[in-house]
């Protein structure tokens, strides 16, 4: 069996010889403290032997051409900036807190047409590389990794909330529903375009989507709004996934999932992550409910700051986790920085003992 063969077996909850082998990223201030505690200039993935995992189709999704990257202020130990994505925030130049945000790109309906006729065009030839046809083949003929459609900031609800700003979007439901329809059905539309002209070249087996739409009280909109404004879009990207035998259709959302997990498998997300613990998610309560759910994530990240002792409850869960088929065993989220390098190392060697040993 190839790599590739068991990243897609066990992500549509079958049986395999073995389980591929992955581990969380670190945050950039975590690699430095590692480095600074005898990783050194060593790559701690190699270390760890991780196995690769996905190949991300170099497609655009997002804003042709993009906005200039800028700093417009410094101001010490912060600067104020000008993103890809056309949004101001001011943010420490240490890279060890969020952002403040400033400004979003899209303030009215007009803000929204503009950047829709300049920046999202799917026929926009800038969109592939000029060499499509030969990165294609090569990603095709790759047996270790499952190639990816969508990520990052590429979400019905994600890419609004990115354009207006959180607080907007929100408003904008009920000030202006008209314009939160438009928006995320002609997101939809425009991606949906962009994977037909993909999939001309290129063999895809998971198509994600992103939201980040949850906190720890649940979803930031109602079930309500999802099933209207929502769901109607993923059932054109199922149709999508269905038409051309792509097996995974993948979701993601920080915070808490319980409304979000259920309207979503209903119309066919079979993988979902991170399910973190922090925000009350239990992923054996999620395998009891949804058994042909591949579950990825849901070991609680901040019991590695703590210690050996604190950590066994999760190796623990991953246990039983891996008596059903369809987990994928990972931290919740990427590694913060109060993860000490030997923390980091001896968790993931107990972690392998327990899925291989």
Same mark, same amino acid.
């Given at each position: 069996?190839?790599?590739?063969? #068991?990243?897609?077996?066990?992500?549509?909850?079958?049986?395999? =010889?073995?389980?591929?082998?992955?581990?969380?990223?670190?945050? !950039?201030?975590?690699?430095?403290? /590692?480095?600074?505690?005898?990783?050194?200039?060593?790559?701690?993935?190699?270390?760890?032997?991780?196995?690769?995992?996905?190949?991300? *189709?170099?497609?655009?999704?997002?804003?042709?051409?993009?906005?200039?990257?800028?700093?417009?202020?410094?101001?010490?130990?912060?600067?104020?900036?000008? =993103?890809?994505?056309?949004?101001?925030?001011? !943010?420490?130049? %240490?890279?060890?807190?969020?952002?403040? /945000?400033?400004?979003?790109?899209?303030?009215?309906?007009? $803000?929204?047409?503009?950047?829709?006729?300049?920046?999202?065009?799917?026929?926009?030839?800038?969109?592939?590389?000029? $060499?499509?046809?030969?990165?294609?083949?090569?990603?095709? !003929?790759?047996?270790?990794?499952?190639?990816?459609?969508?990520?990052?900031?590429?979400?019905?609800?994600?890419?609004?909330?990115?354009?207006?700003?959180?607080?907007?979007?929100?408003?904008?439901? +009920?000030?202006?529903?008209?314009?939160?329809?438009?928006?995320? $059905?002609?997101?939809? $539309?425009?991606?949906?375009?962009?994977?037909?002209?993909?999939? #001309?070249?290129?063999?895809?087996?998971?198509?994600?989507?992103?939201? %980040?739409? *949850?906190?720890?009280? @649940?979803?930031?909109?109602?079930?309500?709004?999802?099933?209207?404004?929502?769901?109607?879009?993923?059932?054109?990207? &199922?149709?999508?996934?269905?038409?051309?035998?792509?097996?995974?259709?993948?979701?993601?959302?920080?915070?808490?999932?319980?409304?979000?997990?259920?309207?979503?498998?209903?119309?066919?997300?079979?993988?979902?992550?991170? +399910?973190?613990?922090?925000?009350?998610?239990?992923?054996?309560?999620?395998?009891?409910?949804?058994?042909?759910?591949?579950?990825?994530?849901?070991?609680?990240?901040?019991?590695?700051?703590?210690?050996?002792?604190? /950590?066994?409850?999760?190796?623990?869960?991953? #246990?039983?986790?891996?008596?059903?088929? @369809?987990?994928?065993?990972?931290?919740?989220?990427?590694?913060?920085?109060?993860?000490?390098?030997?923390?980091?190392?001896?968790?993931?060697?107990?972690? &392998?003992?327990?899925?291989?040993?």
């Amino acid at each position: 069996m190839t790599l590739r063969e #068991r990243h897609l077996r066990q992500k549509t909850c079958q049986h395999v =010889d073995r389980l591929p082998w992955k581990a969380n990223a670190p945050w !950039a201030e975590t690699l430095k403290r /590692w480095r600074q505690e005898g990783l050194g200039e060593g790559n701690w993935e190699e270390i760890l032997g991780v196995e690769p995992e996905f190949n991300c *189709a170099p497609v655009n999704l997002g804003l042709s051409p993009w906005f200039e990257e800028k700093i417009i202020e410094d101001k010490g130990e912060t600067q104020i900036c000008q =993103d890809s994505w056309g949004i101001i925030f001011e !943010a420490r130049k %240490d890279g060890c807190s969020m952002p403040r /945000w400033i400004e979003h790109p899209v303030k009215c309906r007009s $803000d929204w047409e503009r950047l829709r006729d300049e920046r999202l065009n799917p026929d926009d030839p800038a969109r592939f590389p000029e $060499d499509w046809a030969e990165v294609a083949a090569t990603m095709n !003929a790759d047996q270790d990794r499952v190639t990816m459609l969508g990520g990052f900031l590429y979400g019905v609800f994600g890419t609004p909330r990115s354009l207006l700003g959180t607080e907007e979007v929100l408003v904008t439901f +009920f000030d202006d529903p008209d314009l939160m329809h438009e928006m995320m $059905d002609y997101l939809t $539309d425009f991606w949906i375009a962009i994977y037909e002209k993909v999939v #001309r070249k290129l063999k895809v087996d998971v198509v994600h989507i992103w939201e %980040d739409m *949850a906190g720890k009280n @649940g979803s930031l909109i109602s079930p309500e709004l999802i099933r209207e404004f929502m769901l109607p879009n993923y059932i054109k990207v &199922k149709q999508f996934v269905d038409k051309h035998d792509i097996p995974i259709f993948s979701g993601d959302s920080d915070g808490n999932l319980r409304e979000l997990v259920p309207i979503f498998h209903e119309v066919g997300v079979n993988r979902y992550i991170p +399910f973190e613990v922090v925000a009350g998610n239990d992923i054996l309560e999620y395998r009891r409910r949804f058994p042909d759910l591949c579950i990825n994530g849901g070991i609680d990240k901040r019991v590695l700051a703590i210690g050996r002792e604190a /950590w066994q409850s999760e190796l623990n869960k991953v #246990r039983e986790m891996l008596k059903y088929p @369809g987990y994928e065993p990972s931290l919740d989220h990427a590694v913060p920085p109060d993860v000490s390098w030997q923390n980091f190392y001896d968790f993931h060697m107990e972690l &392998k003992e327990v899925i291989y040993g």
